[in-house]
C-alpha cells in the first residue's frame, strides 16, 4: 500500500515570510482550500513542518496494482 497525503491551504500566506510562501508554492498549492496530492517523503514532511500552521494534512491510503 502506498500512502499519500493531501495538503490543502487553509490560511492565507499574505504577511509570512518569502521562506513560507515559497514552500507552499512548492507543494504546488497556489491559493486558499486548494489541494494538492503528494507520496508521503521525508521531503514532503518537511515542507509541511515548516507550513503546518497554514495547511490541513489528511492521509490517503491507496493500494497498488
Known sequence: MATRLRITQKRSAIGRHRRQKRTL??????RLHHSAVHNDTPQI???IARVGHLVEVE???T???
Open 59 to 61: 492521509t490517503i491510503t
Open 25 to 30: 508554492e512548492a507543494l504546488g498549492i497556489r
Open 63 to 65: 493500494e497498488d496494482e
Open 45 to 47: 514532511q518537511g515542507m
